[in-house]
């Protein structure tokens, strides 16, 4: 079993880990060294041997990494050897965008319901879906093994949605409302939040930096 | 003018950075400490030290930071000091959940326009925004002052997009296509990619870590 405490930082690198190693992969490429791995991942050679040690250390000496080994306990430490179910909360726009976001079914996490408690959206059909009552997500949670719930109401229902989400039995939320930040949840409660405007306001540095405002 | 070689981990700081100092702000504070801002920020106070002196310094010793100083700096530094104008390339369920987005407004962020090569699509209307051809674009970046092209197309229509957007003048790309990491962009364009499938991955990780999968 990995350590507890990985930081954010390391977190955050594990996606384009995943990705390099895939492409290593489908390139049929069998060992790769340190500083090889450093080269596509833009950071240190010496940060990949950290990173890589936290969560056990794959290497060896003068010999680097075995890819498909490396690839298949990348894979089984994110998580990615098995299938996810999830739900929606809030059958929106957002949503009706998710069930249809290739990216998902790549890496095996499927949509399986929608839920509304809006009385004119329940019963519409988006991608074979067809949204459900919010009375009935606690049964569906059951019965389909949904494990991740996405939150996609307006912000003004954040703290409702994400309140019957949890008392269905959703361990683990996906937020894309703004606001996440503010929702208290309990401790056995996972909760992601995904700021859209964060990631604007970093393209905005960049683009104020690099004198391309208007 | 500041240094211009910023780390990508300074820059994924910035937002939680103005949206501790907005906190402040709004609740009347004058000052705050480096301690006391790495307690909001949940970082150590000498990496608040050393990100705020990335941009000029702005802390007197045993004071601390003015917060109404620091906060307009900020703003500054992030361009959120103007109004910003946008686009959405791709006119579906993505387009039209972000010209509902609040979020983006709250920080000044408008989008003016929605285009699509699609002509079942044109002409429909969302959120007052009638669907434009593509070959409309061009002019009316320059008419309307466009800064950023929201690229929301699915991923096998992204590199005829991304080429039809810097043809006709879009220098400020935000991509919500997978497979962006493969677009070619000239030097004077920027490219900002949104890989939600990459938060996904994240997400599994510690979902799977926490022993909350099923």
């Given at each position: 079993m990995m350590e507890k405490n990985i930081s954010r930082a390391v977190i955050s690198r594990l996606p384009r880990y995943y990705r390099c190693l895939e492409k290593l992969m489908y390139d049929h490429v069998d060992r790769v060294s340190s500083t090889e791995l450093a080269e596509m991942m833009k950071v240190t050679a010496s940060q990949i041997r950290q990173d890589l040690n936290t969560f056990g250390g794959f290497g060896q000496q003068g010999y680097g990494y075995n890819v498909q080994n490396l690839f298949a306990e990348l894979t089984k430490i994110l998580g990615l050897d098995r299938e996810h179910n999830m739900v929606v909360i809030g059958a929106g726009n957002l949503a009706r965008a998710f069930t249809n976001y290739i990216g998902f079914k790549r890496i095996g996490?499927?949509?399986?319901g929608l839920f509304d408690n809006n009385p004119e959206v329940i019963g519409q059909t988006f991608h074979d879906l067809t949204v459900k009552p919010m009375e009935e997500l606690a049964d569906f949670i059951k019965e389909e093994n949904i494990e991740i719930g996405i939150l996609a109401v307006p912000w003004e229902y954040l703290n409702e949605a994400a309140s019957d989400m949890i008392s269905a039995g959703i361990k683990n939320i996906w937020n894309f409302a703004?606001?996440?930040?503010?929702i208290e949840v309990p401790d056995d409660v996972i909760i992601q939040n995904e700021n859209l405007s964060d990631s604007l306001i970093q393209l905005s540095f960049i683009v104020t930096a690099a004198g391309q405002g208007r």
């Open positions: 996490f499927y949509i399986k703004p606001g996440g930040l503010d």
